[in-house]
T-cell receptor
Framework: DAKTTQPNSMESNEEEPVHLPCNHSTISGTDYIHWYRQLPSQGPEYVIHGLTSNVNNRMASLAIAEDRKSSTLILHRATLRDAAVYYCILRDVGGSQGNLIFGKGTKLSVKP | ETGVTQSPTHLIKTRGQQVTLRCSSQSGHNTVSWYQQALGQGPQFIFQYYREEENGRGNFPPRFSGLQFPNYSSELNVNALELDDSALYLC????????????FGPGTRLTVT
């Protein structure tokens, strides 16, 4: 699995949008872009994933650059509960499901 | 639907001892993965079990071993504990060996003194 690069930390104000960037310049054509987050004292939880097109779900949106070398996780209105470490992970479509390669992620702080 | 559960939540062991951590997968999930998360780091893949057989392993020594049972629950065993084994151990289940998402448990915090 290719490597991703994320900022170590970001801050946001409550009820404002948050854009979490991720660079993956060595992404291959069969790599999906996955996002997980880890709330304090909990295990990681799935947020969203995509391959080429932008994706939306109830938790977030994922914007994928046209060349797929970067992506952005968008939280439309940050809440205090969104304070967590966010991980951007590349996963080959044919790769072992359980083997996710986590980096250090981005620690998001949300101010009231 | 019951999520992934792990036991115990916390554990303190002495260097050289052995430890067994347990995980119950989410209903309907036949694949279990184990991860080690050191303080301030992202989780690192230890191994995966699918239908009671090891189906992938990360860069961990053989003293890290596992089992998966017919009901898809799983155990992680660590022999000859070292101080560096102190970490949060996470179990994750998924509905198949390829594709889909991982569902993580809350983890077991192991402290080795």
């Amino acid at each position: 699995d290719a490597k991703t690069t994320q900022p170590n930390s970001m801050e946001s104000n409550e009820e404002e949008p948050v854009h979490l960037p991720c660079n993956h310049s060595t992404i291959s054509g069969t790599d999906y872009i996955h996002w997980y987050r880890q709330l304090p004292s909990q295990g990681p939880e799935y947020v969203i994933h995509g391959l080429t097109s932008n994706v939306n779900n109830r938790m977030a949106s994922l914007a994928i650059a046209e060349d797929r070398k970067s992506s952005t996780l968008i939280l439309h209105r940050a809440t205090l509960r969104d304070a967590a470490v966010y991980y951007c992970i590349l996963r080959d479509v044919g790769g072992s499901q359980g083997n996710l390669i986590f980096g250090k992620g981005t620690k998001l702080s949300v101010k009231p | 639907e019951t999520g992934v559960t792990q036991s115990p939540t916390h554990l303190i062991k002495t260097r050289g001892q052995q430890v067994t951590l347990r995980c119950s997968s989410q209903s309907g999930h036949n694949t279990v993965s184990w991860y080690q998360q050191a303080l301030g780091q992202g989780p690192q893949f230890i191994f995966q079990y699918y239908r009671e057989e090891e189906n992938g392993r990360g860069n961990f020594p053989p003293r890290f071993s596992g089992l998966q049972f017919p009901n898809y629950s799983s155990e992680l065993n660590v022999n000859a504990l070292e101080l560096d084994d102190s970490a949060l151990y996470l179990c994750a289940s998924s509905p198949g060996v390829a594709g889909g998402d991982l569902y993580f448990g809350p983890g077991t915090r192991l402290t080795v003194t």
